[in-house]
């Protein structure tokens, strides 16, 4: 019963992980979205932070790059 329990605390550490460096990568797609289009492009309003998350986990699903290594 105990080896269940650390099993589960070290999921839910890692995935709270992954979420909190997921947020700490969205950040520069918050500042350079706010600090440069809103002012160069008529029309672009600015984004939160959640916003800022979606958009960069969208943008990794659709341009994600794959690296095939042939030995």
Known sequence: MEKIAVVVGAVVVGIAGILLLSFLLSWPVYMLWNGCLVG???????????????????????FKTRVNSKE
């Open 40 to 62: 160069a492009i008529t029309g672009v309003n600015e984004v939160t932070w959640l916003q800022a998350w979606g958009i960069s986990f969208l943008s990794g699903l659709l």
